[in-house]
């Protein structure tokens, strides 16, 4: 099934894409990474609407809506794996995780969500998350497959 993660910013080269890629190319098929990008000086309101919009029109027709934000649900990496699995059941063209800018995620898009996923109370650069993300996905598979890789 098609993965994507669709987020706020350019990493450009450097160590924190480095380990994003390296996690993404051992899923398969890889997972998949839409940038956007507002470059107008906005207010924070008027920017996370934008944002929101730019970040639904990355996301495939069709696709699970998966936004990640501290308001939504914190799961362990086998409560993560067991949701993926259902996901996956539910034959989705697409699962697309959601992750906002420097302000976060407007509500509108959170709104919109099938399911609101957190990655702990902590406040993470937005940069990093999409590394913790990535990284937790292939847990969540390979716990699915077996794989000796989730264990502590």
């Known amino acids: 099934m098609r993965m ?7 990493a450009g080269r450097g160590p924190v894409q480095a380990q994003f890629d390296d996690y993404a190319k051992r899923l398969k098929p890889p997972l998949e990474l839409s940038e956007v990008e507002e470059r107008r ?4 309101a008027a920017l996370k609407a934008r944002e929101a919009e730019l970040l639904l029109g990355a996301v495939p027709p069709g696709a699970l809506l998966v936004a ?29 995780f959601v992750i906002g800018g420097a302000d976060g995620l407007d509500d509108s898009l959170l709104g919109r969500a099938d399911f609101v996923l957190s990655l702990g109370p902590m406040t993470w ?7 913790m993300l990535a990284e937790q996905l292939y847990r969540a598979s390979a716990i699915l497959a077996g794989h000796p890789y989730h264990r502590r």
């Open 4 to 10: 994507l993660i669709a987020a706020v910013g350019r």
């Open 41 to 44: 000086p906005l207010p924070a």
């Open 68 to 96: 990640l934000d501290g308001r939504g649900k914190a799961l362990s990496s086998d409560e993560l794996a067991r949701q993926l699995a259902a996901w996956r059941e539910r034959a989705p063209k697409a699962i697309c």
């Open 125 to 131: 650069p937005h940069m990093l998350v999409r590394v």
